[in-house]
């Protein structure tokens, strides 16, 4: 988790970084200081949000396996069962 944040700061910086280099004005002027943690905190809340997605998504599909194979058994035992019965 804690890497999806970090990656998504530096992403935030990344986008700075390109912001000032489209403007051609100086990476480190003293006046902007100020942005560079803003587009990291940016940054990082959106990775710490998206990790959140990535996990309710991850749960939602575990729980739809879980269903699907659920089914897959019930049905099998039903077949077998009725296998059974025409061979009886």
């Known amino acids: 988790m804690v890497s999806r944040i970090l990656f998504w700061s530096g992403f935030g910086v990344a986008v700075r970084f390109w912001q000032l280099g489209l403007e051609m004005r100086p990476l480190f002027n003293r006046s902007s200081l100020w942005a560079w943690p803003v587009f990291a905190g940016v940054g990082g809340s959106f990775g710490y949000w998206l990790q959140g997605?990535?996990?309710?998504?991850?749960?939602?599909?575990?729980?739809?396996?879980?269903?699907?194979?659920?089914?897959?058994a019930r049905r099998a035992a039903k077949e077998a069962d009725q296998v059974a019965a025409e061979h009886a």
């Not at 997605?53 to 897959?72: G, H």
């Open 53 to 72: 997605v990535d996990e309710r998504q991850t749960a939602v599909l575990a729980d739809r396996k879980a269903a699907i194979l659920e089914k897959r």
